[in-house]
């Protein structure tokens, strides 16, 4: 079994890689050590509202509750691991500092499976525009299962994403770069000879876009996409889309980010002629 190791002041606190579970019994050692205050985690899952969120996940997940929260080990060896959407609400329950610290770990594991190290004062800290997009990555981890041997847009235009967060320039959210992608890429299908009529699927937005149709696509056109997207989308299509929601500076970024110039948009002062 690998492991994340999370550095919380003199405690690493553990989270399993392959299911992002995490140990409720160091995180609880954690705060008292930082805090110098008991916490009993048997006063949390005894509340009622525990059992009622308990519930909700096993019936979103169809993971049974033994297997949301598992027990490892005997006497003073025992370990609890929990769930990481629980260990969030568990978190929460320690403090706010340790809610937002549990809640970047998760979001950072689902979207790019790295081992991040965090201290409650050196939280790593997600821009806004992340926050969304982390936001639509756990919604579609939770809510959608795609048919065996089929994929999404949205899935797929992970690299892209992380290029432009690696260059510090995260897309803000008003740019839903996977919508651009979809609609060009059908464009391209139709023009091309393809068949476009793909069976959908429902994806989830955290705002009020709620819930839209996707197209699912069969694996055969996975690797015509990839080819697609670089040759291209990226390179003709993605600078002039982008470039309306960015800043001068966030140009150079993507432009670094990409192989490809993206333009500034020369925006007129109010009251210029």
């Not at 821009?127 to 797929?156: I, S």
């Not at 056109?221 to 003709?236: A, P, Q, R």
Request: hydrophobic share 35%; glycine share 4%; aromatic share 12%.
């Amino acid at each position: 079994m690998q492991y994340i190791e999370h550095q919380v002041g003199e405690l690493v606190v553990s989270q399993r890689k392959l299911d992002g579970y995490i140990s409720a019994t160091k995180l609880t050692k954690a705060y008292e050590l930082q805090t110098q205050k008991k916490r009993n985690p048997n006063d949390w899952f005894e509340k009622d509202r525990t059992h009622e969120f308990l519930n909700l996940l096993c019936n979103k997940t169809k993971i049974e509750v033994y297997e949301l929260v598992q027990k490892k080990g005997e006497g003073k060896n025992k370990e609890i691991w929990i769930h990481p959407k629980l260990a969030v609400s568990f978190a929460m329950w320690l403090s706010p500092e340790f809610e937002m610290m549990v809640s970047e770990w998760v979001e950072k594991w689902l979207f790019t499976g790295q081992s991040p190290t965090s201290t409650t004062s050196e939280a790593p800290s997600l821009h806004p525009y992340q926050r969304v997009w982390y936001q639509r990555l756990m919604l579609f981890e939770q809510k959608t299962q795609l048919p065996k041997g089929t994929w999404c847009v949205f899935e797929e235009i992970g690299k892209l994403m992380r290029k432009l967060e690696a260059k510090g320039a995260p897309l803000h959210d008003r740019a839903t770069v996977d919508i651009s992608v979809g609609r060009t890429w059908c464009h391209w299908l139709k023009k091309n000879g393809y068949e476009t009529d793909f069976e959908q699927y429902i994806h989830c937005y955290p705002d009020n876009r709620d819930e839209q149709l996707a197209n699912i696509y069969p694996y055969q056109l996975l690797g015509v996409f990839h080819k697609w997207l670089e040759d291209t989308y990226i390179s003709e299509k993605f600078p002039e889309y982008v470039r309306q929601y960015v800043t001068p500076e966030e140009c150079k970024l993507i432009s670094e980010a990409i192989g490809h110039e993206v333009k500034p948009v020369n925006r007129r002062l109010k009251g210029s002629r």
